[in-house]
């Protein structure tokens, strides 16, 4: 009876785990997620990516009240600052940016580095998938990736510090809109930004072979096959979505 008992809780407990990617995020997320991490076990050069493209208004206030605001100080960190060697970057992702122009900002408290974020206008090269964001409106728009808060302040003002220095550089330069892309399983991120006025404006889902990419995507081209890192579909982002 106890062998019995024993292979009843491993069934259930294993049952449980095949199905709480379903329960948490829905079944064709939750499919999604389960194929992904089956293709991870086969080789770390497959995957199915789940992505999410978001914009969020850029405001004309701060988004901390001013007491904690005067705290922080948030700046330009150049592409030769010390501090973009301690950064978790892949080299070939840097000299992307570098080649993008990509702009990094940094938070500092007491001139402690708090967070960082990185910016792109104009359009931007995604580097985990193979897309290419063209951002509208043109003059009024950027696109922000790779927002990192160091692990001693997530726990305290860290985020919401980065963010409301963020908006208030971009709100100076006449930035309206700010785009990101989000992993769909990222349910802390979401929430993070949800009362900031965060919209999605499409998603895709993205299966990779080694060197093959390939694209479902609710924009313009909608499927999109590729076999090299210079093959790049265009994905224009707009922030209609904020006006419905």
């Known amino acids: 009876m106890l062998a019995v008992s024993v292979v009843r809780t491993a069934n259930l407990r294993m049952l449980q785990k095949l199905s ?28 199915l990516m789940f992505h999410d493209w978001m914009v969020q208004p850029i405001a004309s206030e701060q988004l901390l009240p001013a007491r904690f605001a005067q705290r ?16 978790p970057i892949r080299p070939e992702v840097r000299i992307s940016r570098r080649e993008q122009r990509a702009i990094c900002l940094g938070t500092f408290k007491n ?15 995604e ?40 908006n208030e550089y971009l709100y100076r330069r006449g930035v309206r809109y ?34 093959i990419e390939v694209m479902f995507s609710s924009l313009f081209p909608w499927f999109f096959l590729t076999f090299s890192d210079e093959q790049r579909p265009s994905i224009t982002l707009s922030p209609d979505i904020l006006n419905d």
């Not at 709480?20 to 995957?47: C, D, T």
């Not at 922080?72 to 950064?87: A, C, K, V």
């Not at 769909?184 to 006025?197: I, K, P, Q, T, V």
């Open 111 to 125: 001139e402690a580095l708090v967070g960082y974020i990185w910016l792109s206008s104009g359009s931007y090269d």
């Open 178 to 211: 700010s785009y990101s892309r989000l992993d769909h399983y990222n349910r802390a991120s979401a929430s993070a930004h949800d009362h900031l006025g965060w919209k999605r404006v499409g998603s895709a889902v993205i299966l990779k072979l080694w060197q």
């Open 72 to 87: 922080y100080r948030t700046r330009e960190i150049g592409q030769e600052d010390p501090l973009i060697d301690g950064m």
């Open 127 to 166: 580097d985990e998938a193979r897309c290419r964001y063209v951002l509208t409106p043109p003059n009024e728009s950027i696109f922000d990736f790779d927002l990192y808060i160091l692990p001693k302040y997530r726990a305290s003002l860290g985020f919401a510090a980065v963010w409301n220095g963020t």
């Open 20 to 47: 709480s990617p379903f329960r948490e995020f829905g079944f064709f997320a939750g499919f999604v997620y389960a194929i992904h991490r089956l293709l991870q076990r086969i080789s770390p050069s497959m995957k």
